[in-house]
């Protein structure tokens, strides 16, 4: 998928399956067991059904009014 610089990135999209809005922040993201809260998603509230793509490109995005981008890039393996 491209992100809004034009790249090619990996991303994970997350869905609110449930009934009620959420508040994703201080929520984390990582790509390793050694750092468990490698990235904290900023206040992003997630309403019912809807989904949010969070871009795993190493760009460190967290302006919630703009496409998120982890600190980190997930590995091929």
Known sequence: ???EDK???DWV???NIG??????GGWSLTDTRDNLR????????????QYLVIW?????????ALPLHTN???KGG
Not at 19 to 24: D, G, I, P, Q, Y
Request: glycine share 6%.
């Open 19 to 24: 009934t009620s809005a959420v508040n994703l």
């Open 1 to 3: 998928m491209v992100d």
């Open 7 to 9: 790249s090619y990135e």
């Open 56 to 64: 795993c490109s190493g760009k460190d995005r967290s302006n919630p």
């Open 38 to 49: 490698r990235w904290t998603i900023p206040p992003v509230e997630l309403a019912a059904g």
């Open 72 to 74: 980190f890039k997930l």
């Open 13 to 15: 999209e997350l869905q």
